[in-house]
Structures are given as C-alpha cells and as structure tokens.
C-alpha cells in the first residue's frame, strides 16, 4: 500500500520571529514585576564577572584589621530535628511482640517537676546505651467525680516531647496499643547518639 504525500507535518522554523513594539513594551513591563526567588548570588564567578564588564573603579588600600575581626562569632546551636510519626509496621511490630520494648518508665504518682526531670535522664541513658524503642507509662488519669481530670502527665508527656531538650533524644512517639497501657502510655522511638 502506497503511503499517500503531504501527511508529514511542515518543518518547523528554527528562526525566532520578531516581537513587536506592544510585545516588547508588555514584557519591560512584567519584568519590572517579577522578583527573584534567591536572595544571594548563584556563584562568586557571575558576581565576578559583572565586576569585570564595569568600568574600571579606583583601588583602595585595604582598612588594618582589629583583634576584635579575628574573634570567632559562636555559631547558633542547629536547631533539633523535627518529630517524625512511628511507621505503621513498626506500630504493628512492637503492639503484637515482635519487635522488642528496650526499657519502660512508669511515670504514675510524680509531680509534673520530677516526672520532667525523670524522663529527661530516663530518654539520656536509653540514647546513651543505644535503645531504639522505649515505653513511657504515664497513666489515664482519674475518672471518678463529675469533674474528672483525664490526667496531668498524660497531657504533659507528648508536650514534653515535642520540646527542643527532648527533640535531640526523641525520632517520634505515639499512642501504645491497649496490650502495653493503651491512653496511659506512648511508645517512643529513641534517636541514635552521633
């Protein structure tokens, strides 16, 4: 069967055409508009390149450093790493046995004050000795009256943990299956020491 002509699509112009004078006035005017995404140069090489195409300026002599310039500036402490969800696998893992609970800390009974600082050196010594998964007991609180309060470390704890001092010791944390305390407890996962 003969292929029949014409059905192949034009070439296609490699010349750019020419813009009008109402072209070119809209793009001068949205280029007026627009403003770069990156605040600091791309490289020191364009930065260096402009320097070149300028007119040439009048070298000065460079000012005499003062021992205030040698002084190093500390640098900002970098701030922790966001807490981040147990996967469901492990979830399932460690509700059902298969993966082990390293350490657990009961929490029931302290002040607010000494459960803080119970569990800051609790997260410290599972961290140091290289555990990954621990158990934090807190308790479901008291039910009993009409004004009943669903428990103060219960509430405290994952507030606790979304802190900066905890950040660096915690990778997340959430709920225990009602096997290991259900409300009343939160599986943590411990962050490896670097």
């Not at 112009?13 to 990156?38: C, T």
């Not at 800051?120 to 961290?127: K, M, N, T, V, W």
Request: aromatic residues 4%; positive net charge.
């Amino acid at each position: 069967m003969k292929r029949p002509r014409n059905l192949d699509p034009p070439p296609v112009s490699r010349r750019k055409r020419a813009l009008s004078r109402e072209e070119v006035e809209l793009w001068e005017s949205v280029a007026k508009q627009a403003k770069p995404l990156r605040k600091r140069p791309r490289s020191l090489k364009a930065s260096a390149e402009a320097l070149d195409e300028s007119p040439v300026a009048p070298k000065l002599a460079p000012a005499p450093k003062s021992p205030a310039m040698h002084r190093k500036i500390p640098a900002a402490p970098p701030a922790p790493p966001p807490l981040a969800p147990l996967g469901r696998r492990e979830r399932s893992q460690l509700s059902r046995g298969r993966k082990e609970i390293d350490a657990r800390l009961d929490l029931h009974g302290m002040t607010q004050t000494k459960a803080h600082r119970v569990l800051l050196s609790f997260l410290h010594h599972a961290q140091e000795n290289g555990m990954a998964f621990v158990l934090i007991i807190t308790g479901k609180g008291r039910t009993v009256g009409p004004e009943s309060e669903r428990g103060v470390l219960r509430r405290q704890v994952p507030h606790w943990l979304g802190l900066p001092e905890f950040r660096s010791l915690v990778i997340g944390f959430e709920e225990a299956h009602i096997g290991h305390g259900g409300e009343g407890a939160l599986y943590v996962r411990v962050r490896r020491a670097r």
